[in-house]
């Protein structure tokens, strides 16, 4: 059966049709629209183009890039601010006449992840959206666990342990809280880090290039942000203890993180070898959509 997954974004929804070995057969883009109305009808149109292309019948899976309540059947996204409080789950059935399945992004991801990516072949995989904000998923034998709040393996709003005064600056959450794990290692957080020691402003592919040239002050602020990475993953392998931790956004291209946290790590776990795997992200840009379509996958 091939698998069909719509990726809902802040300024595109893109469909794509994927053979069930991941090889993708169509895909499809229409700008995010401006009301609920149209929203549903741009998901009907990419579900109508995609089905004419690719034969493709059967249900669907779709991505949102926020917070979602399962049971309810709605989300909460930031910058589609139409969809909160909408029954979307249910009016995206009855509009596109099919059933419909939905997780939040960086569950899509994981999920891509442990079935043909990185974390493939692993029972238990926490997939970690590193970029300007923290996102994770929880998979256990190649289902999305949720939980009872959509909270499980969500790192994020977790205070960062064993806080060092050299970790860099203790800021607001949007949460409400200080100092949680999201705001410690997000990409804002590696420039937080940069300043407070260097005392200059620079973006986190600025200061990966400065120290890949040798910059002394980039290569001290980026081994502090892989000791705080390794606290970070403390909360996730005292909570989860996944077989693999996959990272993926854009701090999973700094090349040094994934021998530099594990070599860390194990000072600050009660076992001192940890033997959980910590790796890059196998899927490209299109992990989330590929994720939203293993949605249906059989046994899920
Ligand atoms: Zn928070």
Not at 7 to 13: N, Q, V
Not at 49 to 71: H, N, R, S
Not at 177 to 203: D, H, P, V
Not at 220 to 237: G, S, T, W
Request: proline share 5%.
């Amino acid at each position: 059966m091939v698998q069909i997954g719509l990726d809902i974004g802040g300024t595109k929804i893109v469909g794509a049709v994927f053979a069930p070995n991941g090889e993708k057969q169509a895909q499809r883009t229409q700008p995010t629209p401006s009301s609920y109305e149209d929203f549903l009808s741009a998901c009907r149109t990419l579900s109508r183009e995609l089905a004419e292309e690719t034969k493709m019948t059967g249900p669907l899976g779709v991505c949102f890039p926020g917070g979602i309540d399962y049971q309810a059947g709605t989300a909460e996204v930031a910058n589609i601010p139409y969809l909160n409080g909408k029954l979307v789950l249910r009016d995206l059935e009855k509009s596109l006449e099919r059933e419909v399945r939905f997780q939040n992004d960086a569950n899509c991801i994981a999920l891509a992840e442990s079935h043909d990516g990185a974390g493939q072949g692993a029972r238990s995989v926490l997939g970690i959206t590193l970029s300007t904000g923290v996102g994770s998923g929880y998979i256990v034998d190649g289902k999305v666990i949720n939980g009872a709040n959509g909270l499980a393996g969500e790192i994020g709003h977790l205070p960062l342990p064993f806080r060092e005064p050299e970790d860099g600056p203790v800021v607001d959450c949007f949460c409400g809280q200080k100092g949680c794990i999201e705001k410690s290692i997000c990409g804002g957080a590696l420039s937080r880090l940069y300043a407070f020691m260097t005392g200059r402003q620079a973006k986190p592919e600025e200061i990966a290039a400065l120290a890949s040239t040798g910059d002394s002050g980039a290569r001290a602020v980026l081994d502090r942000y892989y000791e705080v990475v390794a606290k970070a993953m403390i909360a996730a392998l005292h909570s989860f203890d996944p077989e693999v931790i996959v990272v993926t956004g854009g701090l999973s291209n700094l090349s040094a993180l994934f021998d530099e946290v594990p070599k860390r790590w194990g000072k600050y776990c009660v076992v001192k070898n940890p033997k959980t795997r910590f790796l890059k992200a196998a899927h490209g840009p299109l992990a989330s959509l590929r994720g939203a379509s293993l949605l249906w996958k059989e046994g899920m």
